[in-house]
């Protein structure tokens, strides 16, 4: 930091050339100034200021400095203002995993939410199951991630509020407890006797088990389970007859195939939370289990529940265009 004070001195001597206007500017005497010049040109090894004549001037070698001496402190400046605005979560990197169920019309409308609230940090977005995430978030292989509920305890991460997303029933259009369409409720007892399509328990036990205990709960067991890793594949399964899903409406609504329908009454079967690294969590996690929550809620998903298949109004500004997405983010699948 000696070099950084020496080149403050010499750039405000440089501009004024005049070492007591120069004293003064920086709030001191003028013979520390003069001593604090000579060593640096001591280290330097050259003359910076042409002291011969009544009018101090610069030597070549001395307008070079100033020059980079400039920018050397305005680099310094700034950095200063991007570690500040870093440690505050207002700069850098957020690596965030995502379950692969989560529909992409929601998972836009958090980016949204979050660009409008934390612009300058960048998202690093990963897709992995909950037991992957939750293996990563142990290791600060990941700052943040989106997980099923419950957390164990001993998994040393803290965690937002629980979310519960709109979750129902997805049936092929053709069946018989398609009923009166998209939107309409069913009763759980009235899957009864039917095959059910989920997610593989090792990549989501909670919810696997969830979903079978719902079932146990209303008298009834699936007269078979398959499981289904992306929603593409739980889909075509449904629509192929293997049996019926539970899902988030955002995930059926563009096939025109299949028709959703709510719960009754709600099962909690999908429930999620944020969480984190215990120990040296990073700043922008607040921020972005802010703007999560209040989309995943329903915000943002809860209109979904109400639109149909190929309903694509979510992100379109009533009459017009999409609104522009200024997500400042990397997905990554592998």
């Known amino acids: ?44 090894g050259v003359e910076l200021f042409d ?28 950095m200063r203002e991007l570690v500040a605005r870093a440690a505050r979560g207002e700069y850098g990197t957020l690596r965030v995993g995502v379950p692969p169920e989560l529909p992409g019309s929601v998972l836009g409308a958090v980016l949204t939410e979050f660009a409008a609230r934390t612009p300058e940090v960048r998202l690093e977005l990963r897709e992995f199951t909950s037991a992957e995430q939750l293996e990563l978030l142990a290791g600060h292989g990941l700052d943040a991630g989106l997980v099923h509920h419950p957390l164990d305890p001993a998994a040393g991460l803290h965690s937002g509020p629980v979310i519960e997303p709109p979750w129902g029933v997805v049936l092929p259009r053709v069946s018989a407890l398609a009923g009166a369409g998209w939107g309409g409720e ?17 990549a989501a036990p909670a919810l696997y088990d969830a979903t ?37 409406p955002a995930i059926a609504r563009k096939e025109p195939r299949v028709v959703w329908r709510p719960l009754r009454p709600r099962a909690p079967l999908w429930r999620l939370v944020f969480a984190w690294p215990a120990r040296a969590p990073h700043p922008a996690v607040a921020p972005l289990v802010e703007a999560a929550t ?36 990397v997905y990554d699948r592998s």
């Open 51 to 78: 002291r011969s004549r009544r009018q101090v001037r610069l030597t070549p070698a001395g307008d070079v400095l100033l020059g980079e001496a400039r920018e050397l402190l305005a680099g310094v400046g700034r």
């Open 294 to 329: 209040g989309v995943l809620r329903g915000h943002g998903a809860g209109a979904l529940s109400a639109a149909g298949p190929g309903d694509d109004s979510a992100g379109h500004a009533p009459g017009g265009p999409p609104v522009p997405r200024p997500w400042n983010a």
């Open 186 to 202: 069913i009763a759980l007892a009235e899957l009864a006797g039917q095959a059910l399509v989920t997610h593989p328990r090792e």
């Open 212 to 248: 079978l205990a719902a079932c146990r709960d209303e008298g009834f067991h699936p007269v078979r389970v398959s499981t289904a890793r992306s929603p593409e594949v739980m889909l075509g399964l449904v629509i192929a007859g293997h049996g019926v899903a539970f899902s988030h």
């Open 1 to 44: 930091m000696d070099l950084l004070r020496q080149l403050r001195h010499f750039t405000v001597v440089g501009e004024e050339l005049h070492f007591g206007r120069a004293a003064e500017r920086l709030g001191m005497a003028q013979p520390p100034l003069s001593q604090r010049i000579r060593e640096l040109e001591r280290e330097l």
